[in-house]
């Protein structure tokens, strides 16, 4: 016969299973203080050789206003009427050339909700955006998010903060020196400054061996392992595909205690579990967050072909019960991302 008094009442308290943690202080981290701005000179400058091109062209515009960000500078254009937004598109090379933009321009046409078109031009001094300054902003502290991310600045200056919840997965892609191991590095930190041990857990898989192994002194906290395995961080192909086959497993598990508890995801299981509406007696149990970082996914394919199996069935599923995928590649082509 059960003890009544021992039936526990109040609301089950995750956080509580690890008293003693404390989030890590925004000390740690290293300010850079930028001198460099984007002078008054640069921006008339490039406001006349915008319009010099596009009259050239016979395109007249009625104003053009300057938006300086941390790396670029938006120049806002209300063309006149009657010009076609395709003429202004079609002169994105001619506009970068009279620029001496080196690494290119981007047109936006037009700006969404404002009925303008927009030139992005790189600013000549590029100040840092240090996560430091980010990570202590009220836009990400305050933020309501599942999972928050800070991952930068906006042409407004305003810190970038997205739920990694909603995305649900993430395809990181760009060329040797493009920053995608800076924007891997600033996903991961802004969920260990938010996120509680017994909330998130990372799976790590870094083929190149270097990438992630810092990482590896938060093991008894933050990163899911084999049991099989002395190493949280993946490096080897085969055991990728091991630990990607495991996370299958665990999603499957999820589903079936999310069909049990009749819950839709993992937020209304979790609430029931909290509030004791589940009984651990027949498997339930609290669900953590999963994130899932692939670097270098080009060379995982291309020495172990299975990996493709496991991330598209993570890739389908695993958004409701809490598993998110976060994949980094050199190339984003058809070899690599086939779009099974």
Do not use: W
């Not at 404390?22 to 984007?38: A, F, N």
């Not at 009259?55 to 670029?72: D, H, L, N, S």
């Not at 072909?305 to 190339?331: D, S």
Request: glycine share 4%; charged share 25%.
């Amino acid at each position: 016969m059960v003890d009544e008094r021992k039936i526990p009442t109040e609301s089950y308290d995750p956080l509580k299973d690890l008293v003693n943690y404390r989030k890590p202080p925004v000390t740690l981290l290293e300010d850079y203080i930028s001198d460099s701005e984007v002078s008054d000179e640069e921006i008339f400058e490039n406001k006349t050789r915008i319009e010099e091109t596009l009259k050239y062209f016979g395109i007249p515009i009625q104003r053009i206003k300057a938006t300086v960000g941390p790396t670029v500078t938006l120049y806002e254009i209300v063309q006149a009427q009657g010009v076609k937004i395709s003429k202004i598109q079609g002169l994105q090379n001619d506009i970068a050339q009279s620029l001496k933009a080196e690494s290119g321009i981007r047109i936006i046409a037009p700006i969404p909700g404002r009925g303008t078109i927009g030139i992005e031009v790189p600013n000549r001094c590029k100040q840092v955006v240090s996560m430091y300054s980010a990570i202590r902003s009220l836009r990400f502290q305050e933020s309501k998010a599942t999972l928050p991310v800070v991952i930068g600045r906006t042409i407004q200056n305003e810190n970038f903060v997205f739920d990694l919840a909603k995305m649900p997965h993430l395809l990181v892609a760009g060329a040797t020196g493009m920053g995608k191991s800076v924007g891997l590095n600033a996903i991961i930190t802004s969920l260990l400054y938010r996120m509680h041990p017994a909330q998130l857990k990372f799976v790590m898989i870094d083929p190149k061996m270097v990438e992630f192994s810092l990482y590896a002194k938060i093991e008894k906290h933050f990163l899911a392992k084999m049991e099989s395995e002395e190493e949280a961080i993946v490096t080897d192909p085969k055991k990728a595909v091991y630990t990607l086959n495991a996370l299958c497993t665990e999603m499957d598990t999820r589903l079936e205690l999310c069909k049990k508890a009749g819950a839709r995801n993992i937020a209304e299981y979790n609430e029931k579990f909290t509030a004791r509406r589940l009984n651990p007696m027949n498997g339930h149990r609290f669900l953590p967050y999963i994130v899932v970082v692939i670097d270098e996914f080009a060379d995982l394919i291309m020495t172990a072909k299975e990996v493709e199996m496991p991330v598209t069935r993570l890739a389908q599923k695993a958004r409701a019960i809490g598993i998110h995928l976060i994949v980094a590649t050199q190339r984003p082509s058809v070899d690599v991302i086939t779009g099974k």
